[in-house]
C-alpha cells in the first residue's frame, strides 16, 4: 500500500505565502482604483488589444514616412512620467530602423491626473500651425526632456526660441483651436483599448493592434517582431 503523505506549512512558509497574498492585493486594489485614467506604466506589454485606428498620414505628426512598412502610433501624455521614458526608446527604434519604421503621436491628455497635460497638447499643436513637424518634434523634445517646467509661459518661450510669431501662438492658445483635435485622439485611443499612456499601435498592411506601458528597448523590439512574423 502506498503511504499517503500530509503537506504541511511550516511557520516560515506560511508567512511567506501570506505575504505574496498581501501584495497581490494590495496590486489589485491600486488597479482597481486607478481607474480608466491611470498611466500604463512599465514592466511587462499588458496583453495586446485587437483595435481599428485611423491610418497614418501626412496630417499626423510623424518621425518617418507614413507609408513604411511599420507604423508605431503612441497616444500620449506631455505629463505623463512614463510617456517621457519611451520616448526615447521610440524615436531609437526609428532611426534604427532604416527607414522601415515611422512613429506618429497622437494625444491622450489624462486631465483627472495630469493637469498641465492638456494646455501643452494644445500649445504643441500651435506650435506645429506656425513651424511644422519639425517644430512640434522640437517642442515635444523639449518638455520630455524637463516636465519640471511645464506652464504657460515656457510654451510660450519654447514657441518663440523655436521661431514662432508670439501674438499668434498666444491667440491660438488662448482660443482653443485645437481642442477638437486633441479630443479626437484621445476618444480614438479610448475606443481602441487605450486606457492609460503611453499606449501605442503597432499598425502595419496586415492590421494594427495595441500594446499598453512604456516598454524597455529590448522588449518593444521583441513585441514588433512578434507582430511582423504574424500570419
Known sequence: MSENKTFELTPSVSIIIAGVIIALAIVFANTRSAGPAAAAGTGQPAPSTATNVRAPSTKDHIVGSPDAPLVLIEYSDFQCPYCNVVHPTLRRIVEESDGKIAWVYRHLPLDTIHPSARPAALASECVAEQ?????????????????????????????????ADKTKFNACVVSNKYASRVDADAQEAQQNGGQGTPYTVLYDKKGQTGVSGALPYATFVSVIKSFQARQ
Open 131 to 163: 513651424l511644422g513637424q519639425n517644430g512640434f518634434w522640437k517642442f515635444a523634445d523639449a518638455i520630455f526632456a524637463d516636465q519640471s517646467k511645464m506652464s504657460a509661459d515656457y510654451y510660450t518661450q519654447l514657441a518663440v526660441q523655436f521661431g
